[in-house]
């Protein structure tokens, strides 16, 4: 265990969720693996059908229900600095009645919010009078406040994405198709230091006007724009998360004049970060830039979602949400501007609210790259 890993995944974080949990008037958490096990114990453990749960009560002691051929890892994990109770269970038992035993009669339970249904199912059966309802709902105040430590790990995932789009010209030339071109990129991604890719979109010419775009075996012609969207997890736990557009050769006629409005909306969005401010007012600075040059229907999303350990995670930068941003959070700001059938672009950065401001941790030039 490296001090790094303490830092991000601290002991101190277990009593927290405990107190969130009674706050929320829970009896328990029951967390499965993905984030917010991870985000309470350190322990990434696979998602597997037999049943790795963090049970965690309200009140009375913590145990991890572990299947016995995972005990070893879990033991090896950032859990076992805890002091919770590993319960290892044989391939004959049956786990959720072992959880039910133990926890006794409750009325209300938090499931992890990536819980498989197969999972919440067989937890509905074995605890017949409780009330499930999602953890996310006791975590979020915890998870949206990223501590030092955490900000640190976001700036660290920054710059390893940085350092992709600092090679993507070199990767972009007519005549290479989409699905090319994201080789190389998921190639620089792992070789830039994150642990998983997480996802790789190359939007070239009228393929751009769609956000969430998958790669294709489409041919780059010369003079198409193309959005790159890039982003990974880290060794940390901890994700990226940036998009640049390039052109090949120089871009068709009204492209730079949009791609002007929308760097002019990107910035007014970043500018509008401070503590207090509503999620939703930071939305309303990219669209209102947008809006006023005549592009607003071409804005298609809302302008950010927030990021750690997971890509997308609240706080959600959209219209309608009225949560005040506060020192900590950190999210992505991302307007995008989409031509159906011709071509389209977004900028995207991620965020950490200070005390007095935003800090950008994407550093790569926003102007439009021409290659």
């Known amino acids: 265990m490296t001090k790094e890993s303490s830092d991000l995944y601290p002991v101190a974080r277990l009593a927290a969720a405990r107190e969130a949990t009674a706050a929320a008037g829970l009896d328990a958490l029951l967390l499965t693996p993905g984030p917010d096990l991870r985000y309470v114990t350190g322990y990434e453990a696979l998602p597997l059908e037999r049943l790795t749960c963090l049970v965690l009560p309200a009140e009375g002691d913590a145990f991890l229900m572990v299947p016995r051929l995972e005990l070893a890892a879990a033991e090896h994990s950032p859990a076992s600095r805890l002091g919770v109770e590993f319960v290892p269970w044989e391939e004959t038992d049956d786990p959720y009645a072992a959880v039910a035993a133990r926890l006794g009669a409750v009325g209300r339970v938090g499931l992890a919010d990536r819980m498989w249904a197969m999972q919440s199912l067989r937890f509905r ?8 309802v999602l953890a996310g709902t006791v975590l979020r105040g915890l998870r949206m406040r990223k501590s030092p430590a955490e900000a640190a790990a976001l700036r660290e995932a920054g710059a390893a994405i940085d350092a992709v789009h600092a090679q993507v010209p070199a990767f972009l030339k007519a005549g290479r198709t989409e699905r090319e071109v994201g080789r190389d990129i998921s190639d620089a991604i792992i070789a830039a230091g994150h642990a998983t890719v997480d996802f790789v979109i190359v939007g ?10 998958e790669l294709s075996d489409r041919v780059i012609q010369a003079g198409e724009p193309v959005v790159v969207d890039i982003g990974g997890q880290m060794p940390s736990g901890y994700c990226s998360d940036s998009t640049r557009v390039y052109s090949v050769g120089e871009p068709p006629a009204g492209f730079l004049k949009y791609y002007d409005v929308l760097q002019r909306a990107q910035e007014a969005a970043c500018a509008a970060v401070r503590p ?9 600075a990219a669209r209102e830039v947008i809006a006023a040059e005549g592009y607003g229907e071409y804005f298609i999303h809302r302008t950010g979602h927030g990021i750690g350990l997971e890509t997308h995670e609240e706080p959600y930068i959209v219209t309608g949400n009225a949560e005040p941003l506060a020192p900590g959070f950190a999210f992505s700001v991302e307007p995008g501007i989409y031509l159906p059938g011709a071509h389209g672009a977004r900028i995207e950065d991620i965020l950490i609210c200070t005390e007095d401001g935003g800090e950008r941790v994407n550093h790569r030039p926003r102007e439009l790259v021409i290659v």
Do not use: K, W
Request: aromatic share 0%.
């Open 125 to 132: 059966e074995a605890l017949p009078g409780a009330e499930q």
């Open 276 to 284: 207090g401010v509503p999620c939703e007012e930071i939305d309303a």
């Open 204 to 213: 070239s010419g009228p393929n751009g006007a769609s956000p969430h775009h």
